[in-house]
T-cell receptor, first 114, second 111 residues
Framework: QQQVKQSPQSLIVQKGGISIINCAYE??????FPWYQQFPGKGPALLIAIRPDVSEKKEGRFTISFNKSAKQFSLHIMDSQPGDSATYFC?????????????FGTGTLLAVQP | EPEVTQTPSHQVTQMGQEVILRCVPI?????FYWYRQILGQKVEFLVS????????KSEIFDDQFSVERPDGSNFTLKIRSTKLEDSAMYFC?????????FGSGTRLTVV
């Protein structure tokens, strides 16, 4: 119930292509779904986030699509660039009053080839 | 842009020793967290801290771990007697209510 399942584990995309990473969850109490980008040796950096009352959110080349009934959400990176090569984590927040902890997916290692 | 600052960036310690990892969260944030990431694995929740007390802890956060906010600005994670399996990146994060800002982490190596 507290898990967030992420796929694929790794992804290779050509420069200019679309990168798509998928996540699924079980707990309907999750109320905030962020995506994080992590470069080696660095902490996760918030990329984009969505609330469950919205089906899509776009910020620049990054789009989250959210399907509440299927309990799935995905990250689309348009016009992928070599600088986007990083590990991407989806996450979900379980609203529990004083906690607000994030549950992370297992990560996707994205490599964008020039 | 405000940052979460963690020190040291890398700590090497002998098994059985105590370590203290330090964090300076963003000043107007209310929630504070420690997460752990074993090399090549996902980021795992350790503990959350709100209103000067632990609000939730994971099963990883056993009696060897403790957290403190000693002076209103620092937030520390203490590991009392380190084990080899404690080797990981430890991330501090803080949050107002929505959104989290993570520090760059402390790489803890237990030898």
């Amino acid at each position: 119930q507290q898990q967030v399942k992420q796929s694929p584990q790794s992804l290779i995309v050509q420069k200019g292509g679309i990168s798509i990473i998928n996540c699924a969850y079980e707990n309907t109490a999750f109320d905030y779904f962020p995506w994080y980008q992590q470069f080696p040796g660095k902490g996760p950096a918030l990329l984009i986030a969505i609330r469950p009352d919205v089906s899509e959110k776009k910020e620049g080349r990054f789009t989250i699509s959210f399907n509440k009934s299927a309990k799935q959400f995905s990250l689309h990176i348009m016009d992928s660039q070599p600088g986007d090569s990083a590990t991407y984590f989806c996450a979900a927040r379980g609203y529990g009053g004083a906690t607000n902890k994030l549950i992370f997916g297992t990560g996707t290692l994205l490599a964008v080839q020039p | 842009e405000p940052e979460v600052t963690q020190t040291p960036s890398h700590q090497v310690t002998q098994m059985g020793q105590e370590v203290i990892l330090r964090c300076v969260p963003i000043s107007n944030h209310l929630y504070f967290y420690w997460y752990r990431q074993i090399l090549g694995q996902k980021v795992e929740f350790l503990v959350s801290f709100y209103n000067n007390e632990i609000s939730e802890k994971s099963e990883i956060f056993d009696d060897q771990f403790s957290v403190e906010r000693p002076d209103g600005s620092n937030f520390t994670l203490k590991i009392r007697s380190t084990k080899l399996e404690d080797s990981a990146m430890y991330f501090c994060a803080s949050s107002p209510a929505w959104g989290y800002t993570f520090g760059s982490g402390t790489r803890l190596t237990v030898v």
